[in-house]
T-cell receptor
Framework: AQRVTQPEKLLSVFKGAPVELKCNYS??????LFWYVQYSRQRLQLLLR??SRESIKGFTADLNKGETSFHLKKPFAQEEDSAMYYC?????????????FGTGTRLLVSP | DTEVTQTPKHLVMGMTNKKSLKCEQH?????MYWYKQKAKKPPELMFV???????INESVPSRFSPECPNSSLLNLHLHALQPEDSALYLC??????????????FGNGTRLTVT
């Protein structure tokens, strides 16, 4: 069965502090992993995906197949990073996506 | 146009009403999705259309009836809903090319209240 686990409902940090949002998954094959973000009053949008291996808004995430994790990291949090973050997985190469979302972590960055 | 547009933004309906939610995209995407999101919960997949054909129905009750009239439009027809169906209904689209796992583009959603 596919499952995505985000253990923290809320992560509160001060501006400039490092941030790590945890994500673990279970899937029998090789899924694609994503982080989606929802800022206040905005639509849900893609932040990054593991196959791109890029940094978006200073965030990075490395897929660790051994630990089945895809943690999201940023070395220095900014107030504008405050948002709801969802980790999600989808089977690879299906054309359309059958995204399974984690329960989400709300990141609150205080000044 | 790089957006997914959903109408209406808000909808209040009684349990005996029939209403429809609409979704439109002009990005040439061939996969379109309906998700349901309850308060403080993640989105849950309801339906997937691929090339205008229903590809996934996640055991959704028949009081929800999807329709994909063409590659740009997706509707969700609602009939005899229950108060527990009150939620944010999200539409999304993706390229939908076989062998390509393109990311989803979400609309702002329709906030549905069933009274």
């Amino acid at each position: 069965a596919q499952r995505v686990t985000q253990p923290e409902k809320l992560l509160s940090v001060f501006k400039g502090a490092p941030v790590e949002l945890k994500c673990n998954y279970s899937y029998s094959g090789s899924p694609e992993l994503f982080w989606y973000v929802q800022y206040s009053r905005q639509r849900l949008q893609l932040l990054l995906r593991h196959i791109s291996r890029e940094s978006i808004k200073g965030f990075t995430a490395d897929l660790n197949k051994g630990e089945t994790s895809f943690h999201l990291k940023k070395p220095f949090a900014q107030e504008e990073d405050s948002a709801m973050y969802y980790c999600a997985l989808s089977p690879m190469n299906t054309g359309f996506q059958k995204l399974v979302f984690g329960t989400g972590t709300r990141l609150l960055v205080s000044p | 146009d790089t957006e997914v547009t959903q109408t209406p933004k808000h909808l209040v309906m009684g349990m005996t009403n029939k209403k429809s939610l609409k979704c439109e995209q002009h990005m040439g995407h061939r996969a379109m999705y309906w998700y349901k999101q309850k308060a403080k919960k993640p989105p849950e997949l309801m339906f997937v259309y691929s090339y205008e054909k229903l590809s996934i129905n996640e055991s959704v009750p028949s009081r929800f009836s999807p329709e994909c009239p063409n590659s740009s439009l997706l509707n969700l027809h609602l009939h005899a809903l229950q108060p527990e169906d009150s939620a944010l209904y999200l539409c999304a689209s993706s390229q939908g090319q076989q062998g390509v796992n393109s990311p989803l583009h979400f609309g702002n959603g329709t906030r549905l209240t069933v009274t």
